[in-house]
């Protein structure tokens, strides 16, 4: 029987719309002559449909062995990717379609009757999400380019189409890479494609800013401020959406050196900005002395790691009261966990690192430190604090090694010395050591993608438990805020 070629169809299934390309088999399409055969292809279509959902997260592979694991069988990636192309009909057995149905996160007991409603740009995998969800937040928009982040993602929190929207790259919601489209009209955009929500989190990128193209927007009669200074940054698009959309507040992530990035426009800008949208902003004026706004993750978790956070509330619905992340303080676990508690007991021998890579890193640091600098490997103990991970990890691992023994007072080749040589934490590690799962416990947090980029995933995401305080510390003025935004927007 001849094939048609079906591209772009969008098959609904369970209320679940979900596009695929696939060039389908005629015996899908064509009409039937009995019931029989009707519900044998309308099966076909809820099979296929699930199958290209399950794809957003895993290859053909895992899903071939999952299939296997769970209902037995010898299904194949070759199998996945004939049903795929349309060369086969999938045939999933009750069992199978279950099994698919299950591996996506279930919906928080909250969400439909949550305190307030977010939106997650930049959301990386989800760390400033995983706090602002545990606090009793419902998010109802995400935005993220990278599409191996999204996989984990996806794998890890409930992304219902009917409940909430997923875009990729958030210039297509703001329109901001069209210099012809006018404010009005990308903000008229956002309007539609975005949500009403309570709060807007992000982890922008830290750009620099230019002035470029000020003179033009003046001689074409554009807006000033923000909407020149911003221009050509993803913190421009933050800016935009929070005009569009005027949340009740925001919760901005960002690498430390922000402050002193390009000599400390870039922050000067950022801060302008949000002025000028009507927002004030937590400790903004701190200048000397410890800054609130610079927190660091190991009064949490057993690393290191400072992060600045800039939260703040709409000025007009008047919840800022003295709001500081000093009190963040007040979040602090009483007994933190140790390095060592995040730990397996056994892991796999490739995590130990060479011979070779270990020699080379002991010397590096050796060279290093006797020129007096601070280069070099970090050998964590069970009473540790860690470095930084970073998202280089997957490199060398060299600024968090698992210590396993090793005697500084032997020899370098000494035979407990080479057989104890430190490892790298395996990915699961990670996902403890940033707070997706709890220590000393069996881990919940899937990871689909290879080590490389899980690593790179942990190293550029947030420590969860920083941001599930400071969701904490604003809860009760987003509520608050919440319920006067109706009245403050009728005048």
Partial sequence: ????????????CNHLI?????????????????????????????????????????????????????CGGNRSRETVNRWIKGKMQPKLSHIEF?????????????????????IDLFAGIGGIRKGFDDAGGECVFTSEWDKFSVKTYKANHYCDSKEHSFNSDIRDITLSHLPEISDEDSYSHINQLIPDHDVLLAGFPCQPFSLAGVSKKNSLGRMHGFECDAQGTLFFDVCRIIKAKRPV????????????????????????????????????????????????????????????????????LDVFNGFTLKDVRKHFPSDRAR????????????????????????????KHKAKGNGFGYGLTGVN??????????????????????????????????VENRPRRLIPLECARLMGFDLPNQPS??????????????????????????????????IKLGKKRTGYVNQF
């Fill in 1 to 12: 029987m001849p094939e048609l070629n079906i591209w772009n169809k969008i098959v609904t």
């Fill in 18 to 70: 979900v596009p695929y390309q696939a060039k389908m088999n005629s015996a899908i399409l064509t009409p039937t002559r009995s019931g029989t055969e009707k519900l044998l292809n309308k099966a076909a279509i809820e099979d296929m449909a699930l199958i290209t959902r399950v794809l957003e997260i895993y290859d053909q592979k895992q899903i071939a062995e999952l299939l296997n694991k769970k």
């Fill in 98 to 118: 279950q099994a698919l149905s299950h591996i996506f996160p279930k919906k928080p007991k909250h969400y439909g009757n949550a305190d307030f409603t977010f």
């Fill in 249 to 316: 507040g925001f919760v901005l992530e960002n690498v430390k050196n922000l402050k002193s990035h390009d000599k400390g426009r870039t922050f000067q800008v950022i801060c302008d900005a949000l002025d000028e949208l009507g927002y004030s902003v937590a400790d903004v004026a701190v200048n000397k002395g410890p800054d609130p706004k610079v927190i660091d993750a190991a009064n949490f978790l057993p690393q290191h790691r400072e992060r600045i956070v800039l939260a703040g509330f709409r000025r007009d």
């Fill in 339 to 366: 390095f060592g508690d995040i730990l397996e007991p056994e892991v796999d021998p490739k995590y130990i690192l060479t011979p070779k890579l270990w020699e080379y890193l002991f010397n590096y640091a050796k």
């Fill in 384 to 417: 540790d604090v860690a470095r930084t991970l970073s998202a280089r990890y997957h490199k060398d691992g060299s600024e968090i090694l698992v210590d396993r023994g090793f005697d500084q007072s032997l020899g370098f080749h000494h035979p407990q010395n």
């Fill in 444 to 477: 919940k947090f899937v990871i689909p993608v290879s080590d490389t980029q899980a690593y790179r995933q942990f190293g550029n995401s947030v420590a969860v438990p920083v941001f599930r305080s400071i969701a904490n510390l604003m809860k009760d003025r």
